[in-house]
């Protein structure tokens, strides 16, 4: 289902009434997690979004976020849980296990045959006709992929494992894994019983003997691909796992440090890097809230996610707490109940050793499908377009109506004409005398009887006011686009929902080059707050991204200053939240 990229509808935060419907319909789908595991799973304060897409194949899918990862998805009413959520509960759905090289046609859209299981020395496990499974691949009990069963366990086992045994719906490495923080799955043992019997030589599966040729060729669907397949399934387990081959599971064994200490570090690492290239004297006293969302979320390296409550502080104000014992930096509560850093010292030893990662190709993609390259702004260059009324002006030029100009082009015309005519003022060489042309293509009707001369700089401005504005467009690596009319500036206004609350409506993007679908999620990193894609109205084929509150200085920093688009193509900045006045 998510095997390519899907279409974003909208972004928001979860409703608490929602919220507790989600905790509850969790509860009834699963019933083997606990009270405490539902709490966990959907947590009561924690950030949670509702994200509504469309598959490419047009099925209508809600997707619940937690964390910046994806944890369920909700389609046609029904819930499944996603690899990042079975990843914490292996054991939530019932299991069935395949072979490494089975992964990679999963995820390319193919759903799992028969030939392709591997059979544990307890049987398969007991499933009907749609119930919800798991697979797994050989060696690692984390499940790479959730599914439907398409016939019992019974029926399994009477049609000799052959034909379509699940429906696949979401796997690891799919679109839907993309959107969360790319991470690997866990390498989780597999239980005794389910361990291979690696006393069986090269078999893959001690299995019933009539099954044994059966189990050597693994026909995906719509793809015969039997003799490589084949080669992989004689492999004995053991060298199975010990080559995942293309798809399969990357784990790093020697990786001994827990997750908590992973994510402290990566806490402390962001800290540090925002505070060495990001934060400057002049913005402080700065709100902690804002450290986090606006500079230690932007530090985090390409493909991971920094979630405080995954650390042993899990607090910011007791994480700040412990960089201010260590005189890194200075909190105090300037106002009831908000906290701000007040003053830094950059001179301390664990700012001035911090060693700047090198920045990733990725770190300012715009763009789904263009991941590899950083977003440079087009290059735009104003043009002018020869309308019919001032044909005569440009013809002894080699120009005719229509014709597309650049400025110094348009004055090295009039230049031209000016002296090629003697309309240059014998008396005074900075005036023209205007012949009759000229009087038609650049003076008002009521000027035409009065006006016999003008200055070289009047006359060219005039002349650029009676053409009509053109430019032309050139982003990295394509051809300049000329468009008629005047450039469309990117439009940032503020507009005001129900109960009193402000939004930030921005328009015009794709002019730009930029998706309003990423850079929505971008925004949505940016600000802590909850984004929106509608279509722009009153503009066809346009899309607009709304940011629940007044985020223009956060708008304004991104493209500015990262995206680096020049400001006489953005209106509305001035529109950003005035600094309040100390008392």
């Not at 697979?135 to 992929?145: D, E, K, S």
């Not at 348009?410 to 009087?439: E, F, G, H, Q, S």
Request: net charge neutral.
């Amino acid at each position: 289902m998510f095997a390519k990229a899907f279409r974003v509808k909208s972004n928001t935060a979860i409703k608490g009434s929602d919220r507790r419907k989600l905790r509850a319909d969790v509860a009834a789908v699963f019933p083997t997690l606990g009270t405490d595991q539902v709490s966990e799973l959907v947590p009561g304060k924690e950030e949670l979004n509702i994200v509504k897409l469309y598959a490419h194949r047009g099925d209508a899918v809600t997707v619940y976020v937690s964390g910046g990862n994806p944890i369920l998805f909700e389609l046609e009413k029904n819930l499944y849980p996603t690899v990042y959520t079975l990843w914490s509960y292996p054991d939530l759905l019932p299991t069935f296990t395949t072979w490494p090289l089975v992964l990679e046609k999963l995820v390319g859209g193919a759903d799992l045959m028969l030939p392709g299981l591997v059979v544990p020395p307890a049987g398969l496990p007991q499933v009907q006709k749609g119930d919800l499974c798991a697979v797994a691949l050989v060696g690692n009990r984390a499940p790479v992929a959730v599914g439907v069963a398409v016939m019992s366990t019974a029926e399994m086992l009477t049609s000799g494992l052959k034909g379509r045994g699940f429906s696949v719906l979401h796997t690891y490495q799919d679109h839907l894994w993309r959107s969360g923080n790319k991470s690997s799955p866990p390498s989780i043992a597999p239980l005794a019983l389910d361990a291979p019997d690696l006393s069986e030589g090269k078999g893959c599966v001690k299995a019933d003997t009539a099954l044994e040729g059966d189990m050597r060729q693994l026909t995906l669907e719509e793809e015969e691909e039997e003799e490589e397949v084949q080669r992989r399934c004689e492999k004995s387990p053991s060298e199975a796992m010990e080559d995942p081959g293309p798809g399969g599971l990357h784990v790093d064994p020697t990786d001994s440090k827990t997750l908590q200490e992973q994510m402290d570090e990566l806490l402390q690492r962001c800290f540090l890097h925002a505070l060495k290239c990001c934060v400057r004297k002049a913005d402080l006293p700065l709100l902690t809230s804002t450290l986090l969302g606006s500079h230690m979320f932007s530090c985090c390296p390409e493909g991971r996610q920094l979630d405080i409550k995954k650390s042993s502080y899990k607090k910011l104000s007791k994480f700040l707490q412990h960089m201010q014992q260590e005189q890194i930096i200075q909190v105090q509560e300037l106002s009831k109940g908000v906290e701000s850093i007040v003053a830094v010292d950059w001179k301390h030893p664990r700012i001035t050793s911090f060693v700047i990662p090198e920045p990733s190709l990725t770190s300012q993609t715009i763009q789904e499908g263009s991941r590899g390259q950083p977003y440079h702004p087009p290059d735009i260059k104003p043009l002018y377009c020869v309308p019919a009324s001032m044909t005569l002006l440009f013809q002894e030029s080699g120009h005719k109506k229509g014709s597309v100009l650049e400025g110094s082009e348009v004055r090295t015309v009039v230049i031209n004409y000016a002296k090629k005519n003697d309309l240059v003022d014998a008396d005074n060489k900075n005036l023209v005398n205007l012949d009759p042309i000229l009087c038609d293509c650049i003076l008002e009707k009521d000027e035409q009887h009065t006006v016999r001369k003008l200055p070289w700089d009047s006359l060219l401005s005039r002349c650029l006011e009676r053409l009509q504005p053109a430019y032309q467009v050139t982003f990295p690596g394509q051809e300049p686009t000329v468009k008629k009319g005047r450039v469309c500036p990117i439009e940032i206004t503020l507009a005001q929902r129900a109960s009193n609350k402000k939004v930030t409506v921005v328009r015009n993007l794709e002019a730009y080059g930029l998706d309003p679908c990423s850079m929505a999620a971008t925004l949505q990193l940016r600000c802590q707050a909850s984004t929106t894609v509608t279509a722009a109205p009153g503009l066809k084929d346009s899309l607009q991204v709304q940011i629940q509150g007044n985020q223009i200085h956060h708008l304004g920093r991104l493209l500015l200053e990262e995206y680096r688009l020049p400001r006489k193509y953005i209106q509305g900045l001035e529109k950003a939240p005035k600094p309040g006045k100390k008392k």
